[in-house]
């Protein structure tokens, strides 16, 4: 998710140095379960025909009554993939968050939005995270692509080249579309945690859907507080890991002497 201008929600008092917390499970209120519960709801009744099937089964997989207890999910998502989602109180800075991904540990925000927020938030909120992005961390190929992108993370920090990597998370983390045998299916926690951006990114007319190329992902810019102008499409995971897993340093230089897309007319 993108950083806000204004000062990040969260009590991030009492973190740790890698800025995670304790998820203090009993600290939730019955009003905040049954809001969870409603947001589940909501969204599972979407899925079908919208989000790809592996995000589905996992979801389900994944299921609890109210608010999920990161705990009890480790065992399944440890034993699955090896990663571990870690409780932190929002948003973290750029190199905790790709430090985290570097050792498949996924970070998972533990405020919920308030009623008022159903329908939209800006900041990622536990719902974002744990509904939207945990659950295609069991999938082996994708856990793989996440780690990978985290490394690249930490070494574009290094080459100040973050937009461009942020640009890559934007466009396949968050609001990736995906092909399959029964059409094109979304991936993306963005998309997939969005009342309404789940059926606007594959019904609409109006957003431009490109084949995946990684130089394109990158010079494109997005905007947070809108659905997308533009999707760009994946065959599969392998696709992914396969052009991330390559040395990004020699990218960097002809990136910034290409121009930077305006994703309307992308
Ligand atoms: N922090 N908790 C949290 N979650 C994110 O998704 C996140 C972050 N910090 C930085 C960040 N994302 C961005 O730098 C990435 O989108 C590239
Ligand atoms: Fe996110």
């Known amino acids: 998710m993108i950083k806000p201008e204004h000062e990040p929600r969260g009590d991030y008092s009492r973190m ?21 519960r409603r947001l589940v709801e909501r969204q599972s009744a979407k899925l079908a025909g919208y989000a790809c099937e592996e995000f589905i089964e996992n979801v ?3 299921s609890s009554d109210g608010i999920p207890n990161f705990d009890s999910a480790n065992h399944l998502i440890g034993a699955a993939t090896g990663w571990q989602i870690v409780a932190v109180p929002g948003l973290v800075p750029d190199d905790v968050f790709f430090a985290h991904l570097a050792a498949r540990r996924f970070p998972v925000t533990v405020w919920l939005r308030t009623p008022e927020e159903f329908d939209y938030i800006v900041e990622p ?17 994708f856990a793989d692509y996440l780690q990978e ?16 990597l942020a640009r890559l998370y934007w466009y396949t983390v968050e609001f990736g579309l995906i092909n399959t045998p029964d059409g094109m299916r979304t991936y993306g926690a963005g998309i997939l945690s ?32 809108r659905f997308q102008d533009t999707y760009f499409v994946i065959d599969n995971y392998e696709q992914l890991f396969r052009e991330t897993a390559q040395d990004f340093t020699p990218l960097y230089p002809r990136l910034r002497k290409l121009p930077t897309l305006d994703p309307s007319n992308a």
């Open 16 to 36: 740790r140095a890698d800025y995670t917390v304790a998820q203090n499970y009993s600290g939730y209120s019955s009003a905040e379960h049954d809001l969870y």
């Open 60 to 62: 389900a997989l994944l």
């Open 125 to 141: 909120d536990i719902f974002h995270d744990f509904f939207g992005h945990v659950p295609l961390l069991l999938n082996p190929v």
């Open 149 to 164: 992108y985290g490394k690249g993370g930490m070494k574009a920090l290094g080459l100040d080249a973050l937009g461009y």
């Open 194 to 225: 969005s009342g309404g951006e789940i059926t606007y990114c594959l019904d609409s007319p109006s957003p431009h859907r490109l084949g995946f190329d990684l130089m394109r992902v990158m010079q494109t810019e997005y905007r947070i507080d």
